[in-house]
């Protein structure tokens, strides 16, 4: 009797781990940081990104970098500021 729960419920268990754990590395993979991605901020870095690499950490300072090649707000902000 205790065989046929095994039966069921192993597989079951496994299954359920196979999707947590896919969703664990969807999310893990999202929030990577790509070997290219930062060896363009290092060659390519404006004084706002140097200052949130120190003070805030390789993830900030990607996020602005990102910002400013897409052209996002601040990308349009510092536009305006320096006519």
Not at 1 to 18: C, E, H, K
Request: proline share 2%; aromatic share 8%.
């Amino acid at each position: 009797m205790v065989a046929v729960w095994f039966v069921f419920v192993v597989p079951l268990v496994i299954m359920l781990f196979a999707l947590f754990m896919e969703r664990v590395e969807t999310r893990l993979r999202d929030a990577a940081v790509r070997e290219d991605e930062v060896t363009q901020l290092l060659e390519d870095m404006r004084p706002d990104e140097a200052r949130a690499l120190y003070g805030h950490g390789i993830g900030r300072a990607l996020d602005l970098f990102r910002l400013r090649r897409r052209g996002g707000r601040a990308a349009r902000t510092r536009q305006r500021v320096r006519m």
